[in-house]
């Protein structure tokens, strides 16, 4: 798959669940230059592309090249304002399906905790939208309506 740096960018700090103006908190460096380094208007310096590789938690090589691996190995240094950091106790066969599930769709670990929390609240919170239209139908039938 050949992609370019602005798409490992988003794909990156997407997966993170941030916004720009959580990376540039993070960074250091402006969301408006963010915003250009994703649409591609604008290519980042080398040590820009440290910064930015540094707080997404992904190798420089991967960010600026695409290649060698996806995780630095190391924690995120600090998060965007309102971002809380959970301790997990995770059963080591659910740590394997993660690490699998992260290795498939090309992310850190951290990463894919993000993508599959955000995924599952999305789901439930979809559940529970169809759950009560199904209960106001069901009100409406008893009243006769």
Known sequence: ?????????I???SAMGWSQQGLAEVSGVAAAQISRYESGRSAPRPEVIAKLARA???QFEWLANGVGPL????DVPKYPKG????PLDIPPEHLDAIEKFAKEEGLTMEMALRKLVL???ERRKSTRAELEGIRR???KLESGG
């Open 83 to 86: 971002v809380s950091v959970l």
């Open 137 to 139: 139908r069901l009100d």
């Open 56 to 58: 997404l938690s992904v």
């Open 119 to 121: 995924d599952a609240l």
């Open 71 to 74: 995780d630095t190995g190391e």
């Open 11 to 13: 794909k990156a700090r």
């Open 1 to 9: 798959m050949d992609e370019t740096l602005s798409l490992r960018l």
